[in-house]
C-alpha cells in the first residue's frame, strides 16, 4: 500500500503510532477485538443475555409509566421492544459473531451500520428517520454488554491494550462523545472536522492524547485498521508509513515520552518567576473523576469545573442529590485548596441529549449559559443548592458564565440568595461566605468589567468565546480556523481592560480558556498582570517550566511595548520573542 500524508490542525501535541479504527459518531464506545473459538458460545449468550436485559428494562419503564403520560411514550417503548424481537437484531448478529469471530459489541455494531443503511435507501422521510430508533435500541444494548458482569479479567484487559494502539477516525466527534473517550485509552483521534478551541478539541487536551482536527477527507482516505502515524504537534498524519519513516517517528514518540517524564521533576516546585514573583497554575476539569489527574499534575486548586458534562449523555437532568455527590466528591479531594464551579453552561455545541438538535440559527448566540439557566430558574435552583451544600466540605467557589449584563448577575444573585433561604430553613450547613464571579467571555462584560468587579468576588477570563464573539468567527468551524487568533490587538484590549478592572477592585482574576494552557503565550499573559491561569492537567507541567525561567521585570517592560502594538504579524514576532529569549 502506498503511503501518504493528510494536514489538519493540531489540536493535542504528541505521537501516537497505531491502527486506524473508522468511527459513527453514535457508538464511540465500541472496540474490535478477536475471540478464541472456544470463547465464541459464551459470547453468543452474552449478547443474548444483554438482550433479555434491554428487554426486561424496557417492560419494566412501561410498566412504570405514570397514568397520565403521554401516549406517545408506550408507543415508544412498544417500537423498541419490537425491535429486539427482530430476527435482524436478535438473532443475525449471533452470525457475525460465529464467522468473524469477533465480539458482541462489534457484530452489533455492524449490524445496526447494515440496517440504518436501507433505512437510508427508503425514500418515505418519516420512515427513513426510523433508523435513529435502531440506534437508540443498539446503544441500549451496547451499553449492557459493555458493563456485563459476566465478562473475564481476561478479556478486559485485552480490550484495553487493543484499545491503547487504536487511533479514532471520524468525521466529527460531538463533546457528548468525546466525554466518553475518558473511560477510555485509545492512543489518539482525528477527524474532518472541527476547529482549534471546539469543546471535541478541549477535551482532547483533557485526555493529553494526540489529536488533530480540520483533516477534511481522512475518513474517506483511510482504511480500517492501517497503520497511521498522527504527530499532534505539526497537525500531520502519515497513512502506511514506509519502514524508515516508522521507525523515524517511533524514535520521536520515545524523545516526546522522555520530556514528558523530565517535566515530572518540577512537579512539586511552586511556579515562581527568577524573581520572585508566584503563578498560581489551576486545573480545568469536566467530570469528578479528572481530580485523579489533577493531583497528579500538581496543580494548586480547580479553577474551572464544566458542570455541564454532567448533564450530557442523558434525556433527564441529574437532580439535586446527584449534582451535590459530584460536586462534594471533588470538594474533598482536592483538601481546602480552591474549586472554582462553573454553573452550567449548555448550549452552542454542548447539547444535554445527545439526540437533540437545536433549532437555533445560531446556537452560539441563542439561548445559553446563564440565559438558558435563567430561563428555567428551577434548573438553576437545584444546581445553587447542590453548590452550596457542596460547600460545607470544601473550598468552593461559584462562577456565572456568559454574563453580558449587570441585570442578568443579579437575578443570578437573588436566585442563589433564595437557594441559600431554603438549606436555612432546612437547617443544612453551606459556607455562608461563599464566593461568587462572573466569567468575562462576551465583548460587552470585558468591555464595562469595572461595573462587574464591584459586583463580584472574582473574575475569570474565559478566552475561547471572548475571541470567538470579537472577532467573530465561530470556534468550531474549521473553513475560518485560520482566523481565529488570540493575538488580536482587539482580544489583547479586552484582556487588559479586565485586568485593570480586577487590580482597581482588588478582587482576584484567573484565566481560564485554551490561551491559558498554551506555553507559547505564558509570558506574554503573566507579563499583562495575570497571577492565576486555569488550563488542562495535561499543560501544567510546561507552563510552570515557562514560568520558572521567566523574570518579571524585564516581561513588565516588553509586554508593555507590544500592548501598543496594532498589527498582528509585529505582535506575533515579539510574543515569539518573549517565548524564546529566556
Not at 109 to 133: C, G, P, S, T, W
Not at 298 to 306: E, N, P, V
Not at 315 to 342: C, L, N, S, W
Not at 502 to 523: H, Q, V
Request: some cysteine; glycine content about 4%.
Amino acid at each position: 500500500m502506498s503511503s501518504f500524508s493528510i494536514h489538519g490542525v493540531g489540536v493535542s501535541s504528541g505521537i501516537a503510532i497505531g491502527r486506524a479504527h473508522l468511527v459513527s459518531n453514535a457508538l464511540l464506545e465500541v472496540v474490535h477485538y478477536q475471540l478464541t473459538p472456544q470463547l465464541i458460545n459464551e459470547e453468543i449468550q452474552r449478547f443474548t443475555d444483554a438482550i433479555k436485559t434491554v428487554k426486561h428494562d424496557l417492560e419494566v419503564i412501561r410498566e412504570q409509566l405514570p397514568k397520565n403520560a403521554p401516549a406517545e411514550l408506550d408507543a415508544f417503548i412498544s417500537t423498541h421492544l419490537a425491535m429486539l424481537n427482530d430476527k435482524s437484531l436478535s438473532e443475525a448478529p449471533k452470525e457475525i459473531i460465529r464467522n468473524e469471530q469477533c465480539n458482541a459489541e462489534w457484530a452489533i455494531k455492524q449490524q445496526m451500520d447494515d440496517i440504518v443503511e436501507q433505512f437510508d435507501a427508503i425514500e418515505d422521510a418519516y420512515l427513513r428517520e426510523r433508523k435513529h430508533d435502531v440506534v437508540q435500541v443498539v446503544e441500549r444494548i451496547i451499553k449492557v454488554l459493555l458493563g456485563h458482569p459476566s465478562q473475564s479479567p481476561n478479556q478486559t484487559k485485552d480490550k484495553q491494550q487493543q484499545e491503547s494502539a487504536t487511533i479514532l477516525v471520524a468525521h466529527d466527534i460531538s463533546p457528548a462523545d468525546a466525554i466518553q473517550f475518558k473511560q477510555h485509552q485509545f492512543a489518539a483521534f482525528i477527524t474532518d472536522v472541527g476547529g482549534i478551541t471546539s469543546h471535541t478539541a478541549i477535551l482532547a487536551r483533557s485526555l493529553n492524547i494526540p489529536s488533530i482536527v480540520a483533516l477534511q477527507r481522512a475518513r474517506d482516505l483511510i482504511n480500517d485498521g492501517e497503520i497511521i502515524i498522527v504527530d499532534g504537534s505539526v497537525g500531520v498524519v502519515i497513512v502506511n508509513p514506509s519502514k524508515e519513516v516508522l521507525a523515524e517517528y517511533e524514535l520521536k514518540q520515545d524523545q516526546w515520552q522522555l520530556e514528558q517524564q523530565k517535566l515530572q521533576r518540577i512537579k512539586s516546585t511552586k511556579a515562581v518567576t527568577i524573581d520572585g514573583t508566584g503563578i498560581e497554575l489551576h486545573a480545568n476539569i469536566e467530570v469528578p473523576e479528572d481530580v485523579i489527574s489533577v493531583k497528579a499534575s500538581g496543580a494548586t486548586g480547580i479553577g474551572l469545573y464544566r458542570t455541564e458534562f454532567l448533564f450530557m449523555n442523558r434525556r433527564e437532568m441529574p437532580d439535586e442529590e446527584e449534582q451535590f455527590t459530584a460536586y462534594k466528591h471533588v470538594a474533598e479531594a482536592m483538601q481546602g485548596m480552591p474549586v472554582t464551579i462553573r454553573t452550567l453552561d449548555l448550549g452552542a455545541d454542548k447539547q444535554m441529549n445527545p439526540d437533540s438538535v437545536s433549532n437555533c440559527a445560531n446556537p452560539a448566540l441563542g439561548l445559553r449559559a446563564v440565559r438558558f439557566c435563567l430561563s428555567e430558574p428551577h434548573i438553576f435552583h437545584t444546581q445553587f443548592r447542590a453548590l452550596l451544600r457542596a460547600s460545607h466540605y470544601g473550598h468552593i467557589k461559584i462562577l456565572i458564565p456568559m454574563l453580558s449584563s449587570l441585570t442578568e448577575l443579579r437575578q443570578s444573585k437573588i436566585l442563589l440568595e433564595r437557594a441559600k433561604e431554603s438549606l436555612r430553613k432546612e437547617g443544612a450547613p453551606f459556607d455562608e461566605g461563599i464566593s461568587i464571579g462572573g466569567m468575562i467571555e462576551v465583548p460587552a462584560a470585558a468591555i464595562n468589567a469595572d461595573a462587574f468587579a464591584k459586583e463580584l468576588d472574582f473574575l475569570s477570563i474565559g478566552t475561547n468565546d471572548l475571541i470567538q464573539y470579537t472577532l467573530a468567527i465561530d470556534r468550531t468551524d474549521d473553513a475560518v480556523a485560520h482566523l481565529y487568533n488570540p493575538l488580536h490587538p482587539a482580544v489583547l484590549k479586552l484582556i487588559q481592560m479586565t485586568i485593570h478592572a480586577a487590580e482597581k477592585y482588588n478582587i482576584g482574576l484567573s484565566i481560564c480558556g485554551e490561551m491559558a494552557g498554551d506555553i507559547k503565550l505564558t509570558r506574554l499573559l503573566i507579563g499583562m498582570g495575570m497571577r492565576q491561569l486555569s488550563m488542562h492537567p495535561s499543560n501544567i507541567l510546561s507552563v510552570k517550566q515557562q514560568i520558572l525561567h521567566s523574570q518579571m521585570t524585564r516581561l513588565n517592560k516588553q509586554v508593555k511595548k507590544l500592548l501598543h502594538l496594532s498589527d498582528i504579524e509585529k505582535i506575533e514576532l515579539q510574543v515569539m520573542h518573549l517565548h524564546t529569549e529566556f
